[in-house]
């Protein structure tokens, strides 16, 4: 099977529970969901879903990548160039953004993100060395 971006993929990731489908990241400003494998294997009639995403970073800024949360294969963050400052996290189900984490003194790109295993924790670090916490509650 072969899975085209129009241009160079920075990174892909599994769902981390069922393996049921794919995300990846790409420099033609797209993440790309590819579900409907059978228990990971590539096996099956694949589904793509295609969201348009700035992922222009530039030269400076490590490019972004798509990590899912590992409690559920249905959500998945990336860091965002829109103004104000945010990291998204979206669903691989439906391919739509559930939310955009922001607050007043997070002005930055993050372009690293991950979730933690067993609570409701995402860390975002940045190009100078910065790592932000968003934690629920």
Not at 26 to 32: E, I, P, V, Y
Not at 103 to 112: A, E, G, R, Y
């Amino acid at each position: 099977m072969e899975w085209r971006h129009g241009k160079g993929v920075n990174f892909a990731s599994w769902a981390p529970i069922s393996g049921s489908h794919l995300v990846s990241t790409s420099t033609d400003d797209t993440l790309r969901i590819l579900s409907g494998f059978k228990g990971g294997s590539g096996k099956g009639s694949p589904v793509e879903k295609v969201i348009r995403h700035d992922n222009q970073t530039g030269r400076w800024l490590t490019p972004f990548r798509a990590v899912h949360d590992p409690k559920c294969d249905t959500a998945f963050v990336v860091g965002s160039m829109g103004q104000p400052r945010t990291i998204e996290v979206f669903s691989a189900a439906s391919g739509t953004r559930i939310k955009k984490l922001s607050h007043d003194n997070f002005s930055t790109i993050t372009s690293l993100n991950a979730c933690h295993p067993t609570h409701n924790v995402i860390a975002g670090g940045n190009s100078s060395g910065k790592v932000f916490v968003w934690r629920e509650g």
